[in-house]
C-alpha cells in the first residue's frame, strides 16, 4: 500500500481526491479508514460496498492498482486523517480487517 502524498490541502468546496496504489497479484481487499480530531479510527468505505459515505466514494481499479477516495465537494468538516488499506481475500480475515488500524495515512486540511 502506498498514499503517494502525506497531506493535501483543499478549498472548501473543491473536488477532493486522496490517492491510494496497491501491489498485490491476488484479489484484494482495500478499505478506507478514517480519524477525525479527537475521535477514534473509524471505517469509512471497503471496496465490496459500493456505497458512499459522507459524499466520499472510492471505486477499485485492478488495472491501475489503485483504490481512490475521491469527493465532489469538500467541506470543513472533513479534514482529518484518511487510512487506505488492503487484505488478501483469506477465508476469515476480511472482518478482522475492518477492525484493525491501518499503517499508511494521509492528512486532509481545507483552507
Known amino acids: 500500500m502506498t498514499q503517494p502524498e502525506s497531506h493535501t490541502y483543499v478549498s472548501e468546496g473543491a473536488p477532493v481526491q486522496v490517492k491510494c496504489n496497491y501491489s498485490y497479484s491476488g484479489s484484494p481487499v482495500l478499505f478506507w ?10 471505517l469509512l468505505l471497503k471496496h465490496t460496498s459500493r ?11 485492478q488495472t491501475e492498482a489503485s483504490f481512490h477516495l475521491k469527493k465532489p465537494s469538500a467541506q470543513e468538516e472533513d479534514s482529518a486523517v484518511y ?4 487484505v488478501n481475500t483469506v477465508a476469515g480475515f ?6 484493525k488500524p491501518p499503517t499508511e495515512s494521509i492528512s486532509m486540511f481545507l483552507i
Open 33 to 42: 479508514y478514517v480519524q477525525y480530531p479527537r475521535q477514534r479510527l473509524q
Open 51 to 61: 456505497e458512499s459515505i459522507q459524499g466520499f466514494t472510492a471505486e477499485l481499479s
Open 83 to 86: 487510512y487506505c488499506a488492503l
Open 94 to 99: 476480511t472482518r478482522e480487517a475492518e477492525h
